[in-house]
């Protein structure tokens, strides 16, 4: 068994609340495996189950002090995040709360489904009150271009969203108009200014989002994890005819039928339905994608992605033109990418050029993130490729 695998042992017994549990084999090192629950913050789920097993508790010192960290964490992002709702509810601005905030209490032990931020969607007209009384309660503005603010205080990160979704992202479909509708579906929690997403509506926002990600830079084993998780809990209760239908309509049936059938063989959970013709050796390439590059696929070469654009752009064949393609599109993003640097681009053609140059100038200050995002340019093609490949086949 190699590590990977006993990290998805671990996992899955948590998710279906096992006691029995084997302890690691000879072939895992648990520092390797403590490693790689860190790159995917999973480390406190990882000693919950772990210390059921019949082992020495010294061996298992990082893996305890991540769970006692987890647990601190989430005491103290609870009170936090409960001073901003009573601030949104005396202000009387309604809001919904998204993904992992929501989700954790599916999860069998709550406090051990950590995050590094909690995701707010309001609407535009309520954008500047939430920012005025976030700042009066000692918050700093970390990001404020484009439909998603970002605040920081005391290790919590707050994402304030006036957009589910921003743009097209792939398959040609206007994903910011269809999650725009979100808005017209919400119901208001009685007796609070809490917007609630429907169980089904929430569902296809998180697949839309591991989507997001994993055509991005990448997704952790923690996004299929939630998906499961969410399986688990609510697969009697959720309308699967709406959302499959909807599913179709964004062009993300294909892709979910793929994490269906991962989510089935990972965690032994029920799924709605299976794709038409299950590939094993697909299935294994689309794994391996999610471990190796941890969390947000960061634990990978920026460049890879830079790359995978110029494929988009160009043809798959021919290592020159997909590096020349991928250059101009990391020099000359197009206007709906932009907009986050020069909101009115959106609306005013003209300005892209002003939205570059503000861009550039970005890229002067922050020169390591461009070296980040070139280096291994030359060399990482093929491996993109790769990627490209992968991606298409689950249908992004």
């Known amino acids: 068994m ?28 648990l520092e390797k495996l403590y490693q790689l629950c860190q790159k995917h913050n999973v480390a406190a789920i990882a000693y919950a189950v772990l210390s059921l097993a019949d082992m020495d508790e010294e061996l298992l010192t990082k893996f305890k002090d991540a769970m006692v960290g987890a647990v601190y964490r989430n005491t103290v992002l609870d009170s936090m995040i409960s001073e901003v709702l009573d601030q949104f509810e005396s202000f009387r601005i309604p809001y919904a709360i998204l993904k992992g905030y929501r989700l954790k209490q ?5 406090e051990f489904r950590t995050m590094g931020d909690v995701d707010f969607l309001i609407k535009e007209e309520h954008r500047m009150e939430a920012d005025r009384l ?30 589910p979704a921003f743009g097209n992202y792939w398959n040609q479909v206007n994903y910011e108009g269809y999650f725009l509708k979100i808005f017209s579906r919400l119901n208001r929690r009685e007796n609070t200014y809490e917007m609630l997403l429907s169980g089904e509506d929430h569902f296809i926002f998180l697949l839309f989002h591991l989507a997001k990600h994993l055509n991005s830079s990448g997704a952790g084993i923690r996004m299929i994890l939630d998906l499961a998780v969410v399986l688990k809990k609510h697969l009697a209760e959720l309308d699967w005819k709406y959302i499959k239908e909807e599913l179709q309509s964004i062009r993300l049936l294909e892709f979910s039928e793929h994490i269906f059938d991962l989510c089935a063989e990972l965690f032994e959970v029920e799924v709605p339905f299976h794709s038409q013709q299950t590939d094993e050796k697909l299935q294994k390439q689309l794994l391996a994608y999610i471990l190796q590059g941890g969390i947000f696929g960061f634990e990978r070469p920026d460049s890879i992605r830079r790359l995978r654009n110029g494929i988009r752009a160009g043809n798959i064949s021919g290592d020159r033109r997909i590096q020349i393609s991928a250059g101009i599109k990391l020099l000359f993003p197009g206007r709906k990418h932009m907009a986050a640097f020069l909101p009115a681009v959106e609306k005013h053609v003209w300005m892209l050029p002003l939205a570059w140059i503000r861009r550039w100038k970005m890229g002067l200050k922050y020169r390591d993130r461009v070296e980040h995002s070139l280096s291994g340019f030359t060399e990482n093609v093929e491996e993109a490729r790769s990627q490209y490949l992968l991606l298409k086949q689950i249908g992004l």
């Open 134 to 163: 976030l700042l009066a309660m000692g918050y700093e503005k970390d990001w404020t271009m484009g439909s998603t603010w970002t605040y920081k205080m005391a290790g919590t990160t707050l994402e304030i969203h006036t957009k």
């Open 106 to 110: 599916d999860y069998p032990v709550p």
């Open 2 to 29: 190699s590590t990977e695998q006993y990290l998805i042992y671990l996992l899955k017994s948590f998710l279906n609340e096992k006691t029995d549990v084997i302890p690691p084999p000879e072939s895992v090192s």
